[in-house]
């Protein structure tokens, strides 16, 4: 296996050297929302004197910019790609490969990642020194989140292909992902930090696995929970992984016996 | 004029028909609009449960310049960015020949050819979120303030319109120019909140080369009469200089198409 996935990686590096600037483009949008939601929390808090339910207005920064770096380590684009496969019946020729075709996703995520990692980090300190952020974390917090984001991308690369199997069902589904993406928008941590929501919408959000994606390893990088309540999230964290994972499984199972090879 | 008015009526219908043939995709998306709007109104909401003001603005005249957002991407979703996307395809494979040889004038007929017709349902959406802005708002509104809305919506469009002109223009020398509309799409969501609240890189870069600052505070800001007519005009006038640069980056465009077979 880990032989597979040297060979993977560097077929793939050689793939993503040749659209450079693509990547450096596509992480904009990584950058933009959480940039425009911390420049109207900004104004908010500036109309509030200062401050709104314990957000100051540099820990609104920090918490933004965080949710911008975990934003865009937890991207995953499967679904859209998946679903054009299905429906051109490229998907054909990969299920007769020995490998899953997770595992070509997985390899073709993680490079973007990395490859855009320096230009992100770039992009943070710009915005960090025009919002004059203040990190209030201490060691144990960078450490907590190394496991906490490493869950985070896992469990959003799975969402990510349970919904893609719908497409065995669906053909089409622009609608599953506007859906999904709306509900992510709300309950995720994006409009606002979750302590900052109607307590109705914090105990929906805390109750869906998008916070564990986005909200809640933004809160551990930006030192907004204490050991205890960290270490609790990471194990809602763990769980909504291992119920993504077996949910993708058994979808996945199913939706095999429904392609139709569209196209074959 | 008349005859591209009704040039336009005829491109709308055959559209229309040629939609309607999904019929399911059609009303998914309108649902999907519903989904959308309705939860960036839920966005403003969470926001002022928090606060009665944001830099000025007070929240009927938020969920206003929301309406105004959605109109505006609604009008240029609906009749341009599918022309256009149309468009880039026949600069890359060489179609764009018949488009030329037709007895119309060749700007009007790319930028208007293709309509998303299921896209009228923002206009409308937005307009309604615009309308319950505007009963929140409260204030006695004019027949004036009307106009200077109208006109100033209009030229947000415009201005929309030659942006996107340009940067499609764009494609008769470099092939690839979807990225950089990437780029466009990706900025425009930052139109969702009044201009003033950006810090100043952010506003300059979205006032001039991303319009849609512009596009979306100008209308909002007519409607709550905190733009009088000399404001209006001069927009206007930046509109027309707008469009008329674009034009003649089009033209000059043009002239370097190679065509199909050549």
Same mark, same amino acid.
């Given at each position: ?264 | ?62 969920? %206003?310049?929301?309406? %105004? ?6 009008? %240029? ?15 890359? %494979? ?68 030659? *942006?996107? *002109? ?97």
């Amino acid at each position: 296996m880990i032989r597979i996935y040297r060979q993977l990686l560097v077929a793939q590096i050689q793939a993503a050297a040749q659209y450079r600037i693509q990547a450096v483009l596509w992480m904009l949008f990584s950058i933009i929302r959480p940039v425009i939601f911390l420049a109207a929390w900004t104004a908010v808090s500036a109309a509030q004197g200062g401050s709104v339910g314990g957000y100051t207005t540099s820990d609104f920064a920090a918490y933004y910019i965080a949710l911008t770096i975990v934003g865009h380590l937890t991207t995953a684009w499967n679904s859209f790609e998946f679903e054009f496969e299905v429906r051109q019946g490229k998907l054909s020729p990969k299920l007769l490969r020995p490998l899953h075709p997770l595992h070509y996703s997985v390899v073709e995520n993680l490079i973007w990642k990395v490859t855009t990692f320096l230009p992100l980090m770039l992009v943070c300190l710009v915005i960090a020194l025009t919002f004059q952020v203040r990190w209030s974390g201490e060691w144990w917090h960078l450490a907590l989140f190394v496991p906490s984001i490493v869950l985070a991308a896992a469990l959003s690369f799975m969402i990510g292909w349970v919904v893609a199997t719908a497409t065995f069902w669906l053909q089409r589904i622009n609608t599953v992902n506007t859906l999904l993406q709306r509900t992510s928008f709300i309950f995720a941590g994006q409009i606002a930090p979750l302590s900052l929501m109607p307590t109705a919408l914090q105990v929906v959000s805390y109750s869906l696995p998008f916070a564990y994606v986005l909200a809640i390893p933004a809160e551990i990088l930006r030192g907004g929970v204490t050991l205890e309540r960290g270490l609790l999230y990471l194990v809602g964290q763990a769980v909504w992984l291992g119920l993504s994972i077996v949910a993708f499984r058994f979808a996945w199972r199913a939706g095999l016996r429904e392609y139709s090879a569209v196209g074959a | 004029m008349i005859r591209y008015l009704r040039m336009f009526r005829a491109f709308a219908a055959s559209e229309f028909q040629f939609e309607m043939e999904y019929r399911g995709n059609f009303y998914l998306s309108i649902f999907e609009m519903f989904l959308v709007i309705g939860t960036s109104i839920g966005a403003v909401l969470i926001m002022f449960g928090h606060t009665t003001t944001m830099n000025g603005w007070t929240l009927p005249e938020m969920i %206003v310049l929301l309406g %105004v957002y959605y109109l505006i991407q609604g009008g %240029v979703n609906l009749v341009f960015s599918p022309s256009f996307e149309r468009l880039m395809e026949h600069v890359r %494979v060489g179609t764009l020949d018949f488009h030329l040889l037709k007895p119309v004038n060749v700007q009007f007929l790319v930028s208007t050819r293709h309509l998303r017709v299921v896209r009228a349902a923002d206009l409308v959406l937005g307009l309604v979120v615009v309308i319950v802005g505007l009963l929140q708002v409260g204030a006695q509104i004019g027949v004036a303030q009307s106009l200077l809305f109208a006109l100033s919506l209009f030229f947000g469009v415009m201005l929309v319109y030659s *942006l996107l *002109l340009g940067l499609v223009t764009l494609s008769f020398w470099f092939v690839r120019v979807e990225n950089l509309l990437a780029i466009f799409w990706a900025f425009t969501e930052a139109g969702r909140f009044p201009v003033d609240v950006y810090p100043l890189w952010l506003r300059v870069s979205l006032s001039t080369i991303v319009p849609i600052g512009i596009a979306v505070t100008a209308p909002a800001n007519a409607i709550a009469g905190r733009m009088d007519a000399v404001g209006v005009a001069l927009l206007g006038a930046g509109t027309v200089l707008a469009v008329g640069i674009a034009s003649a980056l089009w033209r000059r465009g043009l002239k370097s198409y190679t065509g199909a077979s050549a």
